[in-house]
Nanobody
Framework: QLQLVESGGGLVQAGGSLRLSCAAS????????MGWFRQAPGKEREFVAG????????DYTDSVKGRFTISRDNAKNTVYLQMNSLKPEDTAVYYC?????????????????WGRGAQVTVSS
């Protein structure tokens, strides 16, 4: 069983930065592809970024490309999401998720493990 705990959320002004962390406990973290998703009020959960087990493959949704960076430290069992140039439309609850696979997926249903989420609020 893998448990995930997000941290680093908060309130920031537009143009600011935040770094989310997702700490994993349990076996085989370094073998799992990881994803960050977000869900804004009244909207469906959407893929934000993904990273393979070795970090040699990453992907981002178009709206965050060039602003967000996903990374991982397998020695620390942690995955990160660095968010720069934040916009009000980035406001959402951000979730990290682990796939029982070396690769990440865009489809949230492919992830069996989820954190509880971290609120990110960007004021204009």
């Amino acid at each position: 069983q893998l448990q995930l705990v997000e941290s680093g959320g908060g309130l920031v002004q537009a143009g600011g930065s935040l770094r989310l962390s997702c700490a994993a406990s349990g076996l085989f973290f370094s073998s799992y592809g990881m994803g960050w998703f977000r869900q804004a009020p009244g909207k469906e959960r959407e893929f934000v970024a993904g990273i393979s087990w070795s970090a040699d493959d990453t992907d981002y949704t178009d709206s965050v490309k060039g602003r967000f960076t996903i990374s991982r430290d397998n020695a620390k069992n942690t995955v990160y999401l660095q968010m720069n140039s934040l916009k009000p439309e980035d406001t959402a609850v951000y979730y990290c998720a682990a796939a029982r696979s070396a690769n990440y997926y865009i489809d949230a249903q492919r992830y069996p493990y989820w954190g509880r989420g971290a609120q990110v609020t960007v004021s204009s």
